[in-house]
């Protein structure tokens, strides 16, 4: 059974960085573009980025570029979300998501999603 975990979420101060991670098993992921998509309380889960199966493409929402990286490691089946600058606004739950073929900002597009993870940044 395909699943895709989380993890690296926290607190963390206005500023400062985080590392997620999604985690890829019970198949391979190598051919499938990542997306990362957030979801703060009572808004609308959103795309933040996305990065192409063999990890050449990566996109991003304006409000991350610059701060945000995308990076994937098809060995390790990971794939990460560096975040940089963290600002109050940037506090949501994080979820990872793979599709087949190019990738996508539509939430809708996407096979396989994780359960999230919460990152919190304080002011």
């Known amino acids: 059974q395909a699943q895709l975990v989380e993890s690296g979420g926290g607190l963390v101060q206005a500023g400062g960085s985080l590392r997620l991670s999604c985690e890829a098993s019970?198949?391979?992921?190598?051919?499938?573009?990542m997306g990362w998509f957030r979801q703060a309380p009572g808004k609308e889960r959103e795309f933040v980025g996305a990065?192409?199966?063999?990890?050449?493409?990566?996109t991003y929402v304006d409000s991350v570029k610059g701060r945000f990286t995308i990076s994937r490691d098809n060995a390790k089946n990971t794939v990460y979300l560096q975040m940089n600058s963290l600002k109050p606004e940037d506090t949501a739950v994080y979820y990872c998501?793979?599709?087949?073929?190019?990738?996508?900002?539509?939430?809708?597009?996407?096979?396989?999603w994780g359960r999230g993870t919460q990152v919190t940044v304080s002011s």
């Open positions: 019970g198949r391979t992921f190598s051919s499938y573009a």
């Open positions: 990065i192409s199966w063999r990890g050449s493409i990566t």
């Open positions: 998501a793979a599709k087949s073929g190019t990738f996508s900002a539509k939430n809708s597009d996407y096979d396989y």
